[in-house]
């Protein structure tokens, strides 16, 4: 079973910056491609970021050039490097592994303008 495990969310002004991680246990981590996701409130929840299992990356239009999202394969962690941030980032984050169902209790990230 797929347990994933998010951390480093926190309230941040309005351009800082937040490194957030995801601890994965139950797969093969290295052989999943692995996803952040975020949920606003009253909105969908919403693909950020991918990094597939050879470490090609996609974001989406919103956080491109502002977040990177990495991996290390002998953690079993992915990370998301949050920098210049906007009141529009404020959300929980999740991450996912790509063809599981499996999602964290995700981390609330806050940004205050």
């Known amino acids: 079973q797929v347990q994933l495990a998010e951390s480093g969310g926190g309230l941040v002004q309005a351009g800082g910056s937040l490194r957030l991680s995801c601890a994965a246990s139950?797969?093969?981590?290295?052989?999943?491609?692995m996803s952040w996701y975020r949920q606003a409130p009253g909105k969908q929840r919403e693909l950020v970021a991918q990094?597939?299992?050879?470490?090609?990356?996609y974001y989406a239009d919103s956080v491109k050039g502002r977040f990177t999202i990495s991996r290390d394969n002998a953690k079993n962690t992915v990370y998301l490097q949050m920098s210049s941030l906007k009141s529009e980032d404020t959300a929980v984050y999740y991450c996912?592994?790509?063809?599981?169902?499996?999602w964290g209790q995700g981390t609330q990230v806050t940004v205050s303008s």
């Open positions: 996912k592994t790509l063809g599981t169902a499996s």
């Open positions: 139950g797969i093969i981590f290295s052989r999943n491609a």
């Open positions: 990094i597939s299992r050879g470490g090609s990356t």
